[in-house]
């Protein structure tokens, strides 16, 4: 079966939730059938479809979150939450 591309939010509109130090905290869900990155008005969800094990879930979520903001990787942190739902990423601009 194939699989669909990334469901991406417009990179300014992720940027403006980026605050003055550079953070951008987000809910992840890890296992999704979809890879999404979707703007509430209570945060940011990152939908997954890496599984929680051995780290593969943050790494999915770092790539997807550089993807949708145009940048490589290396520019994304993991700063809080590497084994809980609710993360805090710190974003180079």
Same mark, same amino acid.
């Given at each position: 079966m194939k699989r669909l !591309?990334?469901? #991406? !939010?417009?990179?300014?509109?992720? +940027?403006? #939730? /980026?605050?003055?130090? %550079? +953070? #951008?905290?987000? +809910?992840?869900?890890? %296992?999704a059938r979809s890879e999404t990155i979707t703007i509430t008005g209570t945060g940011? *969800?990152? &939908?997954? +479809?890496? &599984?929680?094990?051995? *780290?593969?879930?943050?790494?999915?979520? /770092?790539?997807l979150v550089a993807r949708a903001l145009d940048l490589a990787p290396s520019r994304v942190e993991l700063l809080r939450g590497a084994t809980s739902r609710e993360k805090l990423l710190r974003i180079a601009l």
């Open positions: !591309p990334a469901d #991406l !939010p417009d990179a300014d509109a992720l +940027r403006a #939730l /980026i605050d003055e130090q %550079g +953070r #951008l905290a987000v +809910r992840a869900t890890p %296992g940011v *969800g990152v &939908k997954v +479809r890496a &599984k929680p094990q051995e *780290g593969a879930a943050n790494t999915a979520v /770092i790539r």
